[in-house]
């Protein structure tokens, strides 16, 4: 090739080639071996490695006008080629930085994950949505050759497009070898698809342009102008978990406490007992486990009617089981094995099946207590009372890795199928990990030190999946104690200089609520109630007949939760985290209670007044910032306790909370509870007013919660929207917004409400002010 007979052209490089996509992902096996091999063995210079968002964003936009590199697509959902966690020896640069992890915009918080996810939202948002067309314009479309490519800028070397390169025309063979090595190395634009302008995607919201050109707060910018995708129609669930409307009656009644639950492709509900799981994708059948003779049956959910028996006595007896597809089925047992099921012959529920062994994995030393399987991810996640979690391959049927210890036995564990985090629970404790084992965040979900709350466990989990780059996602859990927490990971300041080891995490709602004590169990505690809680677990000392007979689980005594409602102290604070002293016992916790909220409110007043940026800035009178760091954590969202919770005295027939599961267009979420009952908690029409879980059930008052006058079967009776009481026409006449609550418009409360949150606004009208 010489100058003479090459064509014009404004880029010798093309956007996408193999060391583009090696140098983006050099830091993940197997792309590490690939890039040594094209750098003959050793990495590249420093100076000429990726290293930093920020810089090769300056490279492309505005320094190197010969950089073209196209984004790959681990940037919108893999973050682990942002680390460096093989700890490569990538070099030294010119300015004596050694290179390590990427360097990440301070938008991402220093969290490669959040980099991803803003990544992502961005991607998905309307803003991108309309400009889609011109980015297909240039790599598929008109603007890819001709005249139309020069006038956009578009034009590259006439070797890297298809129909420009003819093989069999080239005599000279060294030609012909380096013209095949020159796009095996350099790339080729793909085929032109469209000759004409591509139209424009329609996007459920308007879009604005950019105020900006493009900086280290641009996926920020971007995002924020608003993904909604399905949400256009109206808000997600876990959108208004604070608002949730709870049902007027079960959507459905099983014989038995309910054991799992699923819907089908037409939507259909589909919920079978405990002791019982549901085979997909279309659910006609289920396996079911727990009978006398250690069997494990295939049933058909249409006639309820075994039509499969495999008696399996010498591996003790089934606690769990789950169903990732069709012809797979995950059993744990007593003995402490899990075994792999093939389910041959389920084509079609018609066609006789039968189970068969494929292979037995042994890696716990005590009874399985939960077990979950991904077809996803290809993952098989189980909990034992040995406190371990293991993941094993799904499709390898082999260890893949065990996740940190629990403080007790695991009571439950789930996979999320949109992103892979998996989440284990230990009594009260709620762990979150990332799918290669890393913990992501944890909490206990322990209200206070209440006797209740010591004996509460988690049983069932479950994770909202539409639209998986949504930061407002929530982890529901349910416990024996009937109460339903939501829970979402949240990013919060934690400031470097804090000695303080403890963790208070703080509630705002309706209702009052003790701090939570989220320090990590110490063994030699006095009186911790973690321990408490994994030791109800463990001990059996009572049982409420929701798990095998035979099992030596325990899901809480039923009968022993206290109806009455403790009246605590309530700490608000913004994002729910600040760092408190740690403490040995339960009583050293209440008496100290008290004098941590002032602190904890101080501190978090003076932490809104400074600037969101890391390092020693000033602000105020020249006093230096106190420097801090982002962490991720859960922070509590709400609770459902309405028909199921032992604390509410007005539920006359309370159970624990067994299964959960979110409807598949999320506008509602399905609980399943002891007694067999399915209640469907719904968003609500404008998801503002109307029933909320916090009221008070019509039939447990027949007298006005202020002036005690009976109602009569013409009297209407009235909620405070605040309190949740019931109230006649006369002592709940006034109006007010309620903004704890988010309800922005004047609703009925009561007086003493009225008078409370007219102080509390004019309270802050003149904080404004000052």
């Excluded at 390898?396 to 439950?412: D, E, M, N, Y």
């Excluded at 944890?442 to 030190?449: G, H, K, L, P, R």
């Amino acid at each position: 090739m010489f100058v003479g007979e090459t064509p014009p052209y404004m880029y010798g490089t093309h956007y996408s080639s193999a060391m583009i996509v090696v140098s983006y992902l050099v830091r993940v096996e197997p792309f590490t071996q690939q890039f040594l091999k094209l750098q003959g063995g050793h990495f590249d210079l420093a100076d000429r490695m990726f290293h930093s968002v920020k810089d090769a964003w300056l490279s492309a936009s505005r320094n190197n006008m010969a950089d073209v590199k196209e984004l790959v697509p681990e940037f919108f959902y893999l973050p682990n080629f942002l680390l460096n966690s093989n700890h490569f020896e990538l070099g030294v640069k010119q300015s004596g930085l050694r290179l390590g992890d990427v360097i990440l915009p301070p938008w991402a918080k220093g969290d490669a994950r959040e980099f991803v996810r803003l990544h992502r939202q961005a991607l998905e948002s309307d803003y991108v949505s309309a400009h889609l067309n011109q980015w297909i314009d240039l790599i598929f479309g008109y603007r890819q050759q001709g005249q139309a490519a020069v006038d956009a800028f578009n034009l590259f070397h006439h070797l890297f497009y298809e129909a420009n390169v003819n093989f069999e025309a080239i005599e000279d063979p060294l030609t012909k070898n380096a013209t095949i090595g020159f796009i095996n190395n350099f790339g080729q634009i793909p085929s032109q698809l469209f000759k004409k302008p591509h139209p424009v995607k329609r996007s459920l919201k308007s879009t604005l342009p950019l105020q900006h050109s493009i900086s280290s707060n641009a996926a920020c910018a971007v995002a924020q102008q608003g993904v909604e995708g399905p949400t256009a129609a109206g808000p997600l669930f876990y959108h208004v978990a604070e608002n949730l409307k709870p049902p007027l009656q079960p959507l459905r009644e099983l014989k038995q406490a309910v054991g799992h639950m699923a819907q089908n492709d037409k939507g259909a509900l589909l919920a079978v007992e405990q002791n019982k799981v549901l085979v997909p994708p279309q659910f006609h059948r289920y396996l079911a486990w727990g009978f006398p003779d250690n069997s494990i049956r295939l049933g058909s959910s249409d006639f309820d009617k075994s039509v499969c028996i495999h008696e399996s006595p010498h591996w003790g007896d089934v606690i769990c089981a789950s169903c990732p597809n069709a012809h797979t089925a995950v059993t744990g047992s007593t003995c402490s094995v899990v075994c792999v099921w093939e389910i041959v012959g389920a084509a079609s529920r018609n066609q006789p099946a039968h189970l068969e062994l494929r292979k037995r994995l042994y890696g716990h030393t005590e009874p399985v207590s939960c077990i979950y399987a991904s077809t996803n991810f290809g993952v098989i996640v189980s909990g034992s009372r040995d406190r371990t979690c293991i993941v094993w391959d799904l499709s390898k049927l082999s260890f893949i890795r065990q996740l940190g210890p629990h403080a007790g036995p695991v009571s439950a564990v789930s996979v999320n199928e949109a992103t892979g985090v998996i989440a284990s629970c230990s009594g009260t404790h709620l762990h979150l990990w990332s799918f290669d084992g890393q913990k992501l965040a944890w909490v206990n979900t322990a209200d206070s030190c209440k006797k209740s709350d010591m004996n509460e466990i988690i049983i069932t989990i479950t994770f909202s999946l539409l639209n998986e780059w949504d930061s407002q996602h929530v982890v529901a859990v349910g416990t024996n104690t009937g109460i339903v927490k939501l829970w979402t990971v949240k990013f919060v300041k934690v400031f470097d200089d804090c000695s303080h080891v403890g963790r208070i995490s703080s509630r705002s709602s309706s209702r009052s609520y003790c701090a939570l004590f989220a320090a990590e169990p110490e063994r030699d505690s006095h009186c911790d109630m973690d321990h408490v809680a994994v030791e109800a677990f463990s001990n059996n000392d009572h049982c409420d007949g929701l798990t095998n007979d035979k099992v030596s689980f325990t899901l809480g005594n039923s009968n022993s939760h206290s109806s009455e409602d403790d009246e605590q102290d309530s700490a608000f604070v913004d994002e729910g985290v600040s760092k408190v002293l740690p403490t040995s016992s339960c009583a050293e916790v209440v008496q100290s209670r008290n004098s941590e909220m002032v602190d904890i409110r101080r501190r978090s007043s003076e932490s809104t007044m400074q600037k969101s940026s890391e390092g020693a800035n000033c602000c105020g009178d020249g006093e230096p910032q106190r420097k801090f760091h982002w962490e991720r954590q859960l922070v509590f969202r709400g609770k459902l306790t309405m028909h199921t919770a032992f604390e509410r005295k007005d539920n006359p027939a309370p159970a624990a909370v067994t299964a959960l599961m979110p409807s598949k267009d999320h506008k509602a979420l399905y609980v399943g509870d002891g007694r067999g009952r399915v209640w469907m908690w719904t968003v609500g029409d404008g998801h503002i007013g109307g029933r909320a879980d916090h009221w008070v059930q019509d039939p447990s008052r027949n007298l006005c919660s202020n002036c005690h006058q009976k109602f009569t079967l013409t009297d209407r009776r009235h909620h405070c929207r605040n309190c949740g009481q019931l109230f006649c026409s006369r002592c709940s006449r006034f109006e007010s917004e309620i903004r704890h609550l988010r309800i922005r418009r004047p609703v009925r409360v009561c007086q003493s409400c009225h008078a409370r949150l007219k102080a509390t606004d004019d309270s802050q009208s003149s904080n404004h002010a000052s």
